[in-house]
């Protein structure tokens, strides 16, 4: 069965940095739509970033707007791992961020639906503290 397993969360002060990472087994996240997630304490899961790569290359990457130009979402097929870059971190960016996966491609437009993905990783924890 397919699995993403999530890494690389932990406890930062705030305006630091961490870099998570998703990697996939019994699933090629190239040329097939990947996001991140995360949810808060009290709320709903909301998305973060999305990438859509085809044949090698980077097709589309999209994010929300709380976190643009903060965070930066990446993937290396060969290591069939997707990466989220987060710096400038603020204390409302604790979470737990998950990673999810789709069978095929997305548009652009629908990469934050959770309705849009098929398979999730466990999440990874992140808090951020001042």
């Known amino acids: 069965q397919v699995q993403l397993v999530e890494s690389g969360g932990g406890s930062v002060q705030a305006g630091g940095s961490l870099r998570l990472s998703c990697v996939a087994s019994?699933?090629?996240?190239?040329?097939?739509?990947m996001g991140w997630f995360r949810q808060a304490p009290g709320k709903e899961r909301e998305g973060v970033a999305g990438?859509?790569?085809?044949?090698?290359?980077?097709?589309?990457?999209d994010y929300a707007d709380s976190v643009k130009g903060r965070f930066t979402i990446s993937q290396d097929n060969t290591r069939n791992t997707v990466y989220l870059q987060m710096d400038s971190l603020k204390l409302e960016d604790t979470a737990i961020y998950y990673c999810?996966?789709?069978?095929?491609?997305?548009?652009?437009?629908?990469?934050?639906?959770?309705?849009?993905?098929?398979?999730w990783g466990q999440g990874t924890q992140v808090t951020v503290s001042s």
């Open positions: 019994r699933y090629t996240v190239g040329g097939n739509c």
């Open positions: 990438i859509y790569t085809w044949i090698g290359s980077t097709y589309w990457t």
């Open positions: 999810a996966a789709r069978k095929g491609s997305c548009f652009r437009s629908a990469w934050s639906s959770e309705s849009a993905y098929d398979y």
